[in-house]
């Protein structure tokens, strides 16, 4: 039940059913998440934070394209007159 393997290629899918350790890994390992930018609608804010969790024992490396974002601003005046501004 135990062994080792030396330049072992997986032609198809692979199932492990236990744990898997690993020195090195080439190629991705990837999670993507997505943020609204403006955030809201009524304020268009030109930042947003990234926060970085890193629960693994091996150096990774994060890349954050450019963000590009192309609205306008828009004015708005309500019953009493009140100027208002939100983007799009």
């Known amino acids: ?3 080792t393997l030396n330049n072992v290629t997986i032609n198809e899918n692979c199932q492990i059913k236990g744990k898997l350790s690993a020195n090195q890994i080439e190629g991705d390992i990837v999670k993507t998440v997505s943020k609204s ?15 970085i969790s890193d629960d693994q024992k091996f150096d990774r490396q994060v890349m954050i394209p ?3 974002f192309r609205g306008g601003k ?7 007159n009140q100027q208002s501004y939100w983007y799009s």
């Open 1 to 3: 039940n135990s062994g």
């Open 37 to 51: 930018f403006p955030r809201t609608n009524s304020y268009a804010s030109g930042t947003i934070t990234v926060r």
């Open 66 to 68: 450019p963000v590009l």
């Open 74 to 80: 828009h004015e708005n005046f309500n019953s009493n």
